[in-house]
């Protein structure tokens, strides 16, 4: 019997045993998977608000949790001293350059503290170090910010329903400038409006083309009237030369040849005004529109002088032997 019993306590005393050493090795095992046995070192972080912030609240980096918030300290008026634990294997990313800031998660969730690592080259912070908290998160701090863009929304809706009230307004500006606008084009593309009478009307092309035959007839008479007028020039040039035979006549009569030079001095400048016609004609006919009359009138004046020209030689001595002196003619002037 006392040996039963032995066998039980033994048994039981076993079992025991073995249910606390499995709690321990539990608790280790959790312990080691949550960091609860892992070297800490502590940062502070001070801001001026300690809106959201409470113990127990996790630090995150990339999304992992690197520590907790141990205290909060309302050191002054305005300055909320913040005291983390922070796992030592993360210490490398606190550096001088670092920066924390408060979010949360999602809309209406909780918050937490997000450490942004500093870069390589900044040199890293000792223990117990203080840390700003710059920027501060959450649906109160959003609504805080974005109440100005409200107030800003609120003004501009103002200004579009007043815009857009002048819009309908009867009697408005803008239904005046379309009213205008209106009458404006309805005049243009009206049967007496001008772009009626340039792109559909036949009148314009009819008064171009008759523009432009008047300027091909006129271009003609200027290509006679100068080609008469270089016949003149070279039916004179070959009375001129009809002289060179009469060199030793001419020797023996010097002071008749004076009186001979003298009259063609004379013919010269009748001549000048008969050049300067023709130069003139030239000119009128390039820019000559309608008047045509006038040109006409133009052209038998310079044929008229170079006729005269040359009977006036034919009536020069020693041209005029023999001949009877011609009758003066009274030309009429263009």
């Not at 171009?208 to 091909?216: F, N, Y």
Request: net charge negative; hydrophobic share 40%; glycine share 6%.
């Amino acid at each position: 019997m006392a040996q039963s019993f032995d066998t039980m306590a033994f048994k039981v005393g076993s079992f025991v045993l073995l249910v606390v050493l499995t709690a321990v090795a539990s608790v280790f095992y959790i312990g080691i998977k949550k960091d609860l046995f892992s070297e800490t070192i502590t940062f502070y972080v001070t801001t001026d608000s300690g809106d959201n912030i409470e113990r127990g609240i996790p630090v995150r980096l990339s999304g992992f949790n690197i520590g907790q918030v141990r205290r909060v300290n309302l050191d002054a008026l305005d300055h909320i001293k913040i005291e983390i634990s922070i796992f030592e294997k993360y210490r490398k990313w606190f550096r001088e350059d670092t920066r924390i800031s408060l979010e949360q998660e999602g809309v209406i969730g909780n918050s937490y503290l997000k450490v942004l690592p500093g870069s390589d080259a900044s040199p890293e912070l000792e223990p117990e170090s203080t840390i700003a908290l710059n920027k501060v998160g959450g649906l109160s701090e959003l609504l805080t910010e974005a109440q100005p863009v409200m107030e800003n929304l609120k003004a501009i809706v103002a200004n579009v329903k007043t815009i857009t009230d002048i819009f309908v307004q009867e009697d408005g500006p803008v239904q005046r400038i379309l009213a205008n606008l209106e009458t404006m084009s309805s005049k243009l593309t009206d049967e007496q409006g001008l772009i009626h009478y340039i792109a559909v009307s036949p009148e314009p092309v009819l008064k171009l083309e008759g523009i432009l035959s008047q300027a091909d007839q006129a271009m003609g008479q200027a290509d006679q009237a100068m080609t008469q007028a270089g016949s003149l020039l070279g039916n004179a040039t070959a009375r001129v030369e009809d002289i060179a035979p009469m060199q030793k006549e001419l020797l023996e009569l010097i002071r008749e040849a004076k009186d001979i030079l003298a009259q063609m001095r004379g013919l010269r400048e009748d001549l000048g005004p008969t050049l300067s016609n023709v130069e003139a004609l030239t000119a009128n006919v390039s820019n000559a529109t309608t008047d045509l009359i006038t040109l006409r009138r133009k052209s038998e004046y310079t044929l008229r002088l170079g006729t005269e020209l040359l009977e006036r030689l034919n009536n020069t001595w020693p041209l005029n032997r023999g001949r009877p002196p011609a009758t003066d003619r009274d030309w009429p002037s263009p």
